[in-house]
């Protein structure tokens, strides 16, 4: 059940009816509760037009619409707002039909094909915490996407090509020869690729070798292929118990690395020099691009091939829209990488379209985020300058939440105790990073993303547990539970508004890839819960059969709201904390 969308299509159907066909619908959610729920601002523009006072266009537009079953009043406010008051028996039935339905009456959206290009890392060397942010936060659009009913297709664009594998397979060929086998010369890719450059910067004809090594890559050399390939197979194995530990959806299938395009790159070279999009310029071969000039007037220049003949990850990017254009039929592209590349992303498209690689309607998002910083504010990073690999900042994240799980009182096993750590661990190194704007910096935190207070992983997982108890003790299943609902209270009817706007807020996420939108969503939801559990006892003896029924739906949809959204960040919970 959308709400946004029902107003809307009443209101328009009022402004039909007093004869104007293509007035805009603006429609808000109302900032105070004074002001009802949700709130209507077209009076104004459509009074301009028909050269009225907007509080009779207002009262005009209140004696059509038909809101009755909705709405407990509407009221003109202002210069000639119309605010919307839901009533409760309509949001009682919302509830009944919220518990039997497993989407929570979220509605399909027109199917689209999306292709999400994310987690994207580069396999030279382990994933580090700069692929937090694209995996975690890919995964949740994509989960949002599938939920809304759209075909997603996964695209981790890996990092598998490139002048650096010369040094790393020379190296590997060295440490073949002395008898160890390729898993464990490569159990530590950081340390090897180290090892490498040492070799490559001090060595006497090591940097040679590795420019050999590099000619016969790229000519397609066999013995050289097999190597690589032993490199590239063993570091995705890396990544994928990254994936694995992160809970996130990506597998082997879904890869589909910079070398994937390799027989593609001379033919877009010929295909946008025979079309004169792309031009000689000092030996190289680029495309000027006049809408991105600088202050004198000169064009961006974009080069699609170096004057040795060389690619570049620009000629990857424009093959790979191709590819998804024409092979996967996308109708939406999203990519997640972090804010630097923001221009490369924005010309690429540029000449994309010149080249006509994108049909007309379809979208190229990027999707940008920002840096994350260690408290200093500064890049987050070890004592000693290194770049922080993502496995050893997650397994830092269960040891963390697993003393804070010790400490609490609870009848829990040990095993299960470790269960709850890195479910709680986990999880709160996700929500913290996926809870922030993504386009802004973000400072991690240790002591606040593990808080059970707050707009935190713990609190929302803790949230639920407190659900599963009550239910628990009430003797009824919580996944199953049905009942007749009366929404009476102020907090049960704060809280169903609430949980109904969960279409429209995976709406909003859909279309800006913002998952923080949801946590914020999520925090409300479990906040509201707590206030109207405080002021509405569940489970006391003196509370009416019929009460504790309905409170309990309530309960319910609020565990099943929280648990659904969680999931779709990506986030487990918990029976018990
Ligand atoms: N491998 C790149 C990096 O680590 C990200 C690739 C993003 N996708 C793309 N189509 N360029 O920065």
Redesign the pocket.
């Known amino acids: 059940m959308n709400i946004h969308h029902l107003l809307s299509e009443r209101f328009t159907l009022a402004v039909q009816a007093m004869g104007i066909e293509d007035a805009a619908i603006p429609l808000s959610r109302s900032t105070k509760p004074d002001f009802g729920e949700y709130q209507f601002n077209g009076a104004m523009a459509l009074a301009k037009r028909l050269k009225q006072k907007p509080r009779d266009i207002a009262q005009q537009i209140l004696e059509h619409v038909s809101l009755d079953d909705v709405a407990e009043k509407l009221e003109i406010a202002g210069p000639g707002f119309i605010n919307i008051y839901l009533k409760n028996d309509w949001l009682s039935a919302w509830c009944e039909s919220a518990l039997s339905d497993a989407k929570l009456t979220v509605s399909p959206h027109k199917r689209q094909r999306i292709v999400v290009?994310y987690s994207?890392?580069?396999l030279a060397k382990e994933m580090h915490v700069g692929?937090l942010r694209s995996t975690i936060i890919g995964d949740a659009v994509v989960n949002v996407l599938e939920f809304l009913g759209h075909h997603v297709i996964r695209q981790n664009?890996?990092?598998d090509w490139g002048t650096q594998f010369g040094m790393l397979l020379a190296h590997l060929s060295d440490e073949l020869k002395n008898a160890s086998v390729a898993e464990t010369a490569l159990s530590d890719l950081e340390d090897f690729y180290r090892a490498a450059k040492v070799r490559f910067d001090n060595e006497d004809g090591f940097a040679d070798r590795a420019r050999e090594y590099v000619v016969k890559l790229q000519g397609g050399d066999v013995e050289c292929l097999a190597l690589w390939q032993q490199f590239i197979d063993i570091s995705i194995t890396h990544s994928e118990e990254v994936y694995q530990k992160l809970n996130v959806g990506l597998s082997r299938k879904d890869v589909m690395g910079e070398s994937s395009y390799n027989p593609d790159l001379p033919v877009v070279i010929a295909d946008l020099s025979d079309r004169n999009i792309a031009v000689e310029d000092q030996g190289a071969k680029v495309v000027f691009i006049p809408e991105m000039s600088n202050k004198d007037g000169d064009p961006a220049v974009y080069i699609v091939q170096k004057s040795g003949g060389g690619y570049l990850?620009a000629t990857t990017?424009l093959a790979?829209i191709r590819y998804r254009s024409k092979e996967l039929k996308a109708d939406r592209t999203l990519?997640f990488?972090d804010a630097r590349?923001a221009l490369h992303f924005k010309q690429t498209e540029i000449v994309a379209r010149k080249a006509a690689y994108l049909r007309e309607d379809e979208s190229y998002e990027h999707c940008p985020f920002g840096m994350m910083l260690g408290k200093d504010g500064k890049p987050f990073k070890t004592r000693s300058g290194a770049t922080i690999k993502l496995s050893d900042l997650l397994d830092e994240a269960i040891e963390r939440a697993d003393v804070l799980i010790s400490q609490r009182e609870s009848s829990l096993s040990d095993a299960d105790k470790k269960q709850v750590a890195a479910t709680v661990g986990i999880g709160a190194v996700k929500y913290a990073d996926l809870s922030k704007n993504r386009t802004t910096d973000y400072i991690l935190d240790w002591d606040t993303m593990l808080s059970f207070e707050g707009n935190t992983a713990p609190y929302l997982q803790y949230a639920v547990t407190r659900v599963k108890s009550i239910f628990r003790k009430a003797e009824a299943d919580l996944d199953t539970y049905q009942a007749s609902v009366r929404v009476a209270s102020q907090q049960e009817h704060d809280l169903v508004v609430k949980m109904m706007q969960f279409d429209e807020v995976l709406e909003s996420v859909a279309k800006d890839a913002t998952p923080h939108v949801i946590c914020t969503y999520l925090y409300e939801v479990a906040s509201l819960f707590m206030r109207f559990y405080e002021a509405n006892p569940i489970l006391k003896s003196d509370v009416t059969t019929e009460t504790r029924q309905s409170r309990l739906a309530l309960a319910a949809l609020c565990a099943r709201t929280l648990e659904t959204g969680l999931n779709i960040l990506g986030i487990s919970t918990l029976d018990a904390m």
Do not use: E, F, R, V
Request: aromatic residues 8%; hydrophobic residues 20%; negative net charge.
């Open positions: 290009d994207s890392p580069n692929h664009h890996m990092g990850y990017d790979a990519i990488t590349q």
